[in-house]
């Protein structure tokens, strides 16, 4: 057996030094700082802490308890908010719980559609399905790539669903949420934001501040463009007592026995760099994916929305029908070391099959690349889907172009050069 620990261990020392030499352009990924990666092997791991803070069914949770704390504070000072929850292990698990406080089975519950970038958790299959809600789909503009607020005023006040999502997996734009809110105020729906993409914007005071806006609770994950681990948390403001108590109580025991104390105690390194460094951080991802849609326009593709300057988010979609579609496409890229996802974009009818490419520049800009290595990408991206050049030899000129990122920014230890952020070392069995 211990082949097959052998094995697991070699298999992910490959991927590893796969990464090492790529350039990783997906939207919802990211690299964890130093102090908080060292956490995940913490013996936190290892327990158990039912309940919360100073509440708990186990003993042995004095220091969890104070990591908690900590983590729930800097959680409110981040993002402005009364309420915070960090129990969910998820994203999808936060979606759950906002859909378990404040829904009913067979309640209309607003969304977008997955063609228009909705998270699965919107689908019958996801999230929407386990609580058996009914969607209310929101009118989209796809020129605009955002909520049609005319049309889905009409749709929101003859539908009168319960609560309100605005969220996106294809996220290039801020939500309407502030010209609707009028709306979910007339109907009692709960305003509620899935932050999952867009978190590290709000927070570093880059894209939209939805609980100004109308929504009284964010969910999200916390590895996207906050840059911290696999883990889910919910924010609210202007919820009532008993509105908390409901969310509180659907985050554990409705969607959590134990929550993953390794990670959240990650989370709260996360959050606090965030605070130092998270607008600079976010601000240059915005820049970088800007400038690699302009670069990538400028040399053919056709980057969905040109007249908007393509994105006000990490994201960039791009429509690749021509040059094979989405899924030729991706297998093309990371063929050559270029690692993105197929997406379904507006009007396609095949998730299988869909039109586009989804590309987000968090993880480049965490290792320091600029608006530079953007355009050398969409060069790259020239070279390889319109000027024919094999992928092995593209590879090359892509880990070439990946050698000297090896710090992260943007974090505490930054400048530990030593740091290898793809490593994994340790003793052979
Ligand atoms: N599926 C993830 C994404 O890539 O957007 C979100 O959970």
Redesign the pocket.
């Known amino acids: 057996m211990a082949g097959a620990v052998r094995a697991v261990r070699d298999a992910v020392r490959r991927h590893s030094a796969r990464f090492e030499r790529s350039i990783p352009l997906?939207?919802?990924?990211n690299l964890l700082s130093p102090y908080a990666k060292e956490l995940l092997v913490s013996d936190f791991h290892s327990r158990y802490a039912e309940g919360v803070p100073g509440d708990r069914y186990y003993e042995g949770n004095e220091q969890v308890d104070e990591v908690e704390n900590l983590c729930l504070e800097l959680a409110r000072r981040l993002f402005g908010a009364s309420f915070a929850d960090v129990r969910p292990i998820?994203?999808?698990v936060a979606n759950l719980a906002v859909l378990k406080a404040f829904a009913d089975p067979g309640d209309p519950v607003g969304t977008c559609r997955l063609a228009d970038g909705a998270?699965?958790?919107s689908a019958g299959f996801g999230a929407f399905g386990l609580r058996s809600v009914k969607p209310v789909y929101y009118a989209w503009d796809p020129a605009r790539m955002t909520i049609d607020v005319e049309k889905t005023r009409a749709i929101l006040k003859e539908a009168r669903p319960k609560l309100c999502l605005f969220g996106l997996?294809?996220f290039l734009f801020p939500l309407p949420v502030k010209e609707l809110a009028p709306v979910l105020e007339e109907v009692g729906a709960v305003g509620w934001y899935d932050a999952?993409?867009v978190l590290g914007l709000i927070a570093g005071g880059q894209f939209q501040d939805p609980l100004r806006e109308g929504c009284q609770v964010i969910s999200a994950?916390t590895h996207?463009t906050l840059p911290g681990p696999q883990h889910g948390i919910l924010l609210g403001e202007g919820l009532d007592a008993e509105r908390e108590k409901r969310l509180r109580s659907a985050a554990f025991p409705g969607v959590t026995s134990n929550h993953h104390l390794h990670t959240m105690a990650a989370l709260a390194v996360s959050l606090a760099e965030h605070l130092a460094f998270g607008a600079a951080y976010a601000s240059a991802t915005i820049d970088n994916a800007r400038v690699l849609a302009q670069a990538l326009h400028e040399r053919g593709f056709d980057v969905l929305a040109p007249d908007l300057g393509f994105t006000r988010s990490h994201t960039l979609a791009v429509r690749v029908t021509a040059e094979g579609g989405g899924e030729q496409v991706s297998r093309r890229l990371s063929a050559a070391g270029i690692i993105t996802?197929k997406n379904l974009l507006p009007g396609d009818t095949s998730s299988k099959h869909p039109g586009g490419v989804?590309l987000g520049t968090p993880e480049v800009t965490r290792v320091g690349m600029g608006p530079s290595e953007m355009v050398r990408i969409a060069e790259l991206f020239d070279a390889l889907l319109h000027k024919g050049r094999a992928p092995a030899t593209v590879a090359e000129e892509v880990a070439e172009l990946k050698r000297p990122f090896t710090t992260l920014k943007y974090c505490f230890a930054e400048g530990e050069a030593a740091y290898r952020f793809y490593d994994l070392v340790g003793r052979e069995p």
């Open positions: 997906i939207a919802s990924e998820s994203g999808t998270h699965i958790s997996s294809l999952a993409h994950s996207k996802n989804r």
